[in-house]
């Protein structure tokens, strides 16, 4: 097991940083286990956690040890309509997940928060990281890839690489393009069925597609099989049901990365992934 050890940094000590959004402390946890990754990889850049008013202070004590910088956020200024449109049973019964399960701690609202690392000017470049994200290789090259970049949603069939996932993208900070965004945000009877990704897809109409190794989705390890490499795979993304959860309707299909996930946050190395096994294509 390798010790990590780093001062937690209160001001930027790079001009890139990896950030991540927390709202609860379900999502601290992944955030710990996404630090830690990153942490074994060497990057050269900051992470920066920025968390809502949701989660209490000492309950961010492990991500303060890994020397994240972080951020307290206030939710977007949004309408009362827009919030309404938006709450997690208004929206689950107008456009309701059909292929996986989101936990209950999961809140639709708190994604649009974001959006707010649009203000962390004093980055050039940010790569955002779903908390519920892995890295298993060093991926400081995304910082070269323009705004804005991103993989496509793809778990289920190769038709959705039209489609883009919000859980891993290259931006450069600007409070002119977050002054756009919430212009066009809370435009009158505004829904974004899926949140920040519905959102960001629109915003950046000709979004530069990164492959699916930038994010690969878990759900691929049983519905794609042949898709799955492990010695490729850059960050690994557990979307809809997380490796943390007791009640785990998926567990026995997920159990290889839900270990792994276990793995990272208990501090231990990051396997050999070229030795690793794929899933059966059979």
């Not at 937690?8 to 890139?16: A, C, D, N």
Request: with cysteine.
């Amino acid at each position: 097991m390798e010790v990590i050890s780093v001062n937690p940094q209160k001001t930027p000590s790079s001009r890139h940083a990896y950030t991540t959004l927390v709202t609860n402390a379900d999502y601290v946890m992944g955030a710990t286990a996404l630090a830690r990754s990153l942490r074994l990889t060497k990057t050269a850049a900051d992470i920066v956690v920025q968390h809502t008013g949701g989660v209490e202070g000492s309950t961010l004590a492990p991500l303060a040890d890994l020397g994240c910088r972080l951020i307290e956020v206030a939710h977007l200024p949004l309408s009362d309509a827009f919030n309404e449109r938006h709450a997690r049973g208004q929206l689950h019964s107008v456009a309701p997940f059909t292929k996986g399960r989101k936990p209950d701690f999961h809140s639709p609202l708190d994604n649009f928060c974001k959006l707010r690392l649009w203000q962390l000017i004093e980055y050039e470049r940010v790569v955002f990281i779903d908390a519920d994200a892995i890295v298993l290789k060093n991926i400081d090259k995304l910082f070269g890839y323009p705004e804005f970049s991103a993989a496509p949603n793809v778990y289920e069939t190769l038709a959705d690489f039209r489609r883009m996932n919000s859980g891993v993208f290259i931006a450069r900070p600007s409070e002119e393009t977050f002054g756009r965004m919430l212009t066009m945000l809370d435009q009158p009877d505004a829904f974004w069925p899926r949140t920040d990704q519905t959102f960001l897809q629109a915003f950046f109409p000709d979004w530069h597609g990164l492959p699916v190794y930038f994010n690969m989705l878990q759900y691929v390890w049983f519905t794609m099989p042949a898709l799955w490499d492990w010695k490729s795979i850059s960050v690994l993304h557990y979307q809809y049901e997380k490796p943390w959860e007791k009640d785990h309707p998926k567990a026995a299909m997920l159990k290889p990365l839900i270990e792994f996930w276990h793995s990272v946050h208990a501090g231990n190395d990051l396997p050999d992934i070229a030795a690793m096994t794929n899933p059966e294509t059979a």
